[in-house]
């Protein structure tokens, strides 16, 4: 089972203003295990461009339909305010064409909420488009080069079997 962390101090070396407690010591130092899991899937032969842009687009999806995945808002030190971000990581996949549309097919099998990018979307140039290209094919034709989806852990981890972790 795949582990996210938040990088840590390094030993010997301290920042000013850090706690010197342990992890053991702070129970906020310990990474959070959340029940729910967002997971991009990328098509594993899409441009290095090309990955950056379908999980922005993906990840863009989740957030203004199922509110409960966004946190509270930031402010820096001088009250600087900035837009909430997702609470919990988002965990990028990826594999063959064969494996996006398996991945897809379970996603609707288990109704969780879910964003799609097709092959078609690189040619688009606004909304309007991108949704009429997705319109105009159906389904099981839809030629995928990601996914993104939300639900329990348990529910996304089958929606992926067989995806391999993004690297």
């Not at 070396?13 to 850090?18: D, P, V």
């Not at 999806?61 to 966004?70: F, I, K």
């Not at 990826?94 to 969780?112: I, N």
Request: hydrophobic share 40%.
């Amino acid at each position: 089972m795949q582990k996210t962390y938040k990088t840590g101090p390094r030993p010997g070396r301290q920042s000013q203003g850090m706690s010197t407690e342990t992890p053991a010591d702070n129970a906020a130092d310990r990474p959070a295990r959340f029940d729910t899991k967002i997971a991009v899937l990328l098509r594993d032969d899409l441009e290095t461009w090309q990955r950056l842009n379908v999980t922005a687009f993906l990840v863009s999806g989740l957030g203004t339909q199922v509110p409960e995945v966004v946190g509270e808002p930031y402010a820096d030190a001088d009250d600087t305010p900035y837009l909430p971000m997702f609470r919990q990581p988002v965990l990028v996949f990826e594999g063959g064409k064969e494996m996006l549309t398996k991945a897809h097919g379970r996603a609707l099998q288990r109704v969780l909420p879910r964003a799609v990018f097709t092959s078609d979307l690189f040619a688009t140039g606004n909304d309007t488009d991108n949704r009429a290209a997705v319109r105009a094919v159906a389904g099981a034709d839809l030629d995928l080069v990601g996914i993104a989806v939300y639900g329990p852990r348990n529910a996304v981890d089958k929606v992926l079997k067989g995806a391999r972790m993004h690297t």
